[in-house]
């Protein structure tokens, strides 16, 4: 009964997104373009599929893998289990006891970015835009690289308790040197996915590990520190695209190479 | 009706293997490193199918749903040919989808209470409320002028670098004189913005101008609305925290 009583709040939730989406879409469809929509039984069950889909996935996620993975984010960090005594406060030298943290961290970051919707969407789009050339599996895995690294590097922050700033900064100039050699179709699509990976399901489950992690070390602020996870996730996933387009087009390149010697060999 | 079970049975399979990894790190790290049994496995193995269930769902209402009307709009936009009204839509489309998300709702009413404790403002229930509405409306103003300086983009055709290279050295700066406590808010604001509906239609938008409009390549220029709508709010939030 109680789980009834939840899933209509959630969609009842999904309805309040929707709702004024919906409202703006059809408002200036019908006042400012002023005509019909092509497939309009298609297009509104579409809506539909989205807002039932989108109750289910979060009533689930709720229901199953936020409390688990919440308890394990708390139990991993807990100094009972990484065999540290509780009133250190040299928590900096202690940082390689965290070993399975940085594991979770990464394991976590990555699965979750697999798995979240608004990555599957951009990376459909990319697919069918690029006629193929950026792979939808291709970009996700990229992407949940980027996100894992991020995390993990955002745990060993907290750990060692160096200033986020640092990483912010040298991370952004390492983004603009990227952007002057990579290839320049894929700029705009790597900065899209910055934005896309802090949504759905990363985010609870991150914010979960940062503030596990910096309640349990004496001097950190879980607030801030939460946040600054979301901040790495969301700045290496451009890194690692436009990585990927490099090392793509590198690939391509030498093969191409190869094949343009061979009828003189 | 047929056809549709048919494509829904395929994305189920596609969502099962989304999944798979999330499962098998919560299952590892669980039986094999901290070696404690799953608590409620009914409750998980249910909640799995639903997530499974939803996903599936979701993918396909995109692609028969949000993507088609996202495309046709832009490219109706485009034959109608009126600048003010698109960037209307846009400004529209921005403000309305961020104005009434529920994870912004949650934490303007977090960073208010931070607000109080941190003597920002005075600890009242008036000024707290005061608090989130403003910093609502100004991350939802910001997402708005984001998409319509997107949109600008798309049809001028300026390179994505500059804009936001440009946009991150004004992050930098406002960093370094921002009060501390707004900044991680501000920081997160640029996160909650973009939710799994307004991220494929923003997209949708994009991609369809661009190849609308002569002489624009859908992939240079049709990304890059949901860069924007992730890096204004966090110069807005900070500009906020700095007039109050």
């Known amino acids: 009964m109680g789980g009834i009583t939840s899933f209509l709040q959630t969609l009842l939730s999904t309805v309040q997104d929707v709702l004024p989406i919906a409202t703006i879409l059809f408002g200036f469809q019908f006042i400012v373009l002023r005509k019909g929509i092509k497939n309009p039984g298609q297009i509104l069950l579409g809506f539909v599929l989205v807002l039932f889909g989108l109750a289910f996935f979060l009533q689930g996620l709720e229901q199953a893998l936020f409390p688990l993975g919440k308890l394990m984010a708390e139990q991993l960090t807990a100094p009972e289990f990484l065999g540290i005594s509780e009133t250190a406060n040299t928590a900096g030298e202690n940082w390689h006891h965290y070993l399975w943290v940085y594991l979770f961290a990464f394991t976590i970051g990555f699965s979750t970015t697999i798995a979240e919707p608004s990555l599957i969407a951009v990376a459909i789009k990319a697919n069918q835009v690029s006629g193929g050339a950026v792979g939808i599996w291709g970009l996700r895995i990229a992407v949940a690289i980027g996100v894992a690294f991020g995390i993990a590097l955002g745990a060993y922050r907290i750990v060692s308790g160096t200033p986020l700033h640092y990483y912010i900064i040298s991370g952004y100039i390492v983004v603009i040197i990227q952007t002057l050699y990579c290839p320049k179709q894929i700029i705009a699509l790597a900065y899209d996915s910055g934005g896309v990976t802090t949504s759905t399901v990363t985010v609870p489950l991150v914010a979960a590990l940062g503030l596990g992690l910096s309640s349990n070390i004496p001097g950190r602020n879980p607030l801030l520190d939460g946040f600054g996870l979301i901040a790495f996730a969301s700045l290496f996933p451009i890194m690692s695209v436009m990585g990927y387009a490099q090392l793509s087009e590198w690939f391509a390149k030498r093969h191409s190479h190869k094949q343009a010697h061979r009828p003189g060999e | 009706m047929y056809q549709l079970i048919r494509h829904l049975w395929g994305s189920l399979k596609e969502s099962i293997r989304d999944l798979t990894p999330i499962i098998i790190v919560i299952a590892f790290f669980q039986l094999v490193v901290l070696q404690q049994p799953i608590p409620d496995l009914l409750g998980l193995v249910t909640g799995t199918v639903l997530v499974v269930v939803g996903l599936t769902l979701f993918v396909h209402g995109l692609k028969i749903g949000l993507f088609p009307i996202g495309e046709s709009m832009a490219h109706d936009f485009a034959r109608k040919g009126s600048v003010f009204w698109l960037l209307t839509f846009a400004f529209a489309l921005g403000f309305g989808t961020t104005v009434a998300e529920p994870a912004l709702i949650a934490i303007a009413k977090e960073a208010a209470n931070i607000a109080a404790t941190g003597g920002m403002i005075e600890q009242s229930d008036r000024a707290r409320n005061d608090y989130a509405d403003g910093l609502r409306l100004t991350v ?82 049709g990304f890059g609305l949901i860069a924007f709508a992730s890096l204004t709010p966090m110069i807005f939030v900070m500009g906020y925290g700095m007039l109050l």
């Open chain 2, 140 to 221: 939802a103003l910001s997402v708005g002028a984001a998409i319509v300086l997107g949109v600008l983009r798309i049809i001028k055709g300026w390179p994505v670098q500059y804009l936001i290279l440009g946009g991150y050295i004004g992050v930098v700066i406002m960093t370094m004189f921002a009060p501390p406590e707004i900044i991680g808010i501000a920081y997160v604001s640029g996160g909650v913005t973009t939710s799994t509906i307004t991220v494929p239609l923003v997209t949708a938008l994009g991609v369809g101008l661009a190849t609308s409009i002569r002489g624009r390549n859908p992939m240079t220029d």
